[in-house]
């Protein structure tokens, strides 16, 4: 299948402790009847000291940094954006005093960045007619999450891969596909996929041309 058009559009495209009380038992001897002497009364045992249960700690797992090497034209900032991390986290684990000075080769430790949500891929409008154009929206990725559109014809159709996207930093990303008259009718797949590991996958149709009347 072949497109006279690509993909385009703008990159928009989470008790209580136990407390144990002892009993408190109180020995209380009645006086003698009859006049006799009274009887010694006995001091309570003492009271079991209550132990609070301590919970166990509780243990996070993250993934450990990964190295960089500085390549020319590259700044903090840029490493960041495309690292989905902000400068200050990669500032603080590599202890670095000046921002604006990187060398070329020099090794940076770069945290690993927030998982990414579950993605959502919507198409609109889900059925249109050849030469139409359709909207793709994706939310859920990656803050900054490069995201690629690919787009699976009906049977014998082929393949049309489009440019990259730069998710937004609330992970959405928008673009259009513009499709020709020649498409053939049938169901289209498109499939996202970040290079963070988020994929979503949505179809659309395009109807076949109404016959003579």
């Given at each position: 299948m072949q497109h006279r058009r690509r993909a385009r559009g703008p990159m928009s495209i989470r008790r209580a402790p136990a407390v144990l009380t002892g009993a408190v038992l109180l020995g209380v001897c009645p006086l003698a009847a009859c006049g006799g002497a009274a009887a010694k009364t006995h001091p309570p045992p003492p009271t079991a000291a209550a132990r609070p249960t301590i919970p166990a700690p509780t243990t996070t797992t993250t993934a450990p940094p990964v190295s960089y090497q500085v390549k020319p034209g590259d700044s903090l900032s840029k490493i960041a954006q495309q690292s989905g991390v902000t400068v200050a986290v990669i500032v603080a684990l590599n202890h670095i005093t000046d921002?604006?000075?990187?060398?070329?080769?020099?090794?940076?430790?770069i945290p690993a960045p927030p998982a990414a949500g579950l993605a959502h891929l919507a198409i609109s409008p889900t059925h249109g007619t050849a030469g139409q154009t359709f909207t793709f929206v994706v939310t859920g990725a990656g803050s900054a999450e490069t995201i690629t559109f690919t787009i699976d014809a009906p049977t014998g159709g082929?393949?049309?891969?489009?440019?990259?996207h730069t998710a937004s930093p609330a992970g959405a990303?928008?673009?259009?596909?513009?499709?020709?008259?020649?498409?053939?009718?049938?169901?289209?797949?498109?499939?996202?996929?970040g290079d963070r590991h988020s994929t979503a996958k949505a179809t659309f149709m395009i109807d076949a041309p109404s016959g003579p009347q």
């Amino acid at each position: 299948m072949q497109h006279r058009r690509r993909a385009r559009g703008p990159m928009s495209i989470r008790r209580a402790p136990a407390v144990l009380t002892g009993a408190v038992l109180l020995g209380v001897c009645p006086l003698a009847a009859c006049g006799g002497a009274a009887a010694k009364t006995h001091p309570p045992p003492p009271t079991a000291a209550a132990r609070p249960t301590i919970p166990a700690p509780t243990t996070t797992t993250t993934a450990p940094p990964v190295s960089y090497q500085v390549k020319p034209g590259d700044s903090l900032s840029k490493i960041a954006q495309q690292s989905g991390v902000t400068v200050a986290v990669i500032v603080a684990l590599n202890h670095i005093t000046d921002v604006n000075r990187l060398s070329v080769g020099q090794t940076l430790l770069i945290p690993a960045p927030p998982a990414a949500g579950l993605a959502h891929l919507a198409i609109s409008p889900t059925h249109g007619t050849a030469g139409q154009t359709f909207t793709f929206v994706v939310t859920g990725a990656g803050s900054a999450e490069t995201i690629t559109f690919t787009i699976d014809a009906p049977t014998g159709g082929g393949t049309f891969t489009g440019p990259p996207h730069t998710a937004s930093p609330a992970g959405a990303v928008t673009a259009f596909y513009a499709t020709n008259g020649a498409d053939a009718p049938g169901t289209y797949t498109v499939t996202a996929t970040g290079d963070r590991h988020s994929t979503a996958k949505a179809t659309f149709m395009i109807d076949a041309p109404s016959g003579p009347q």
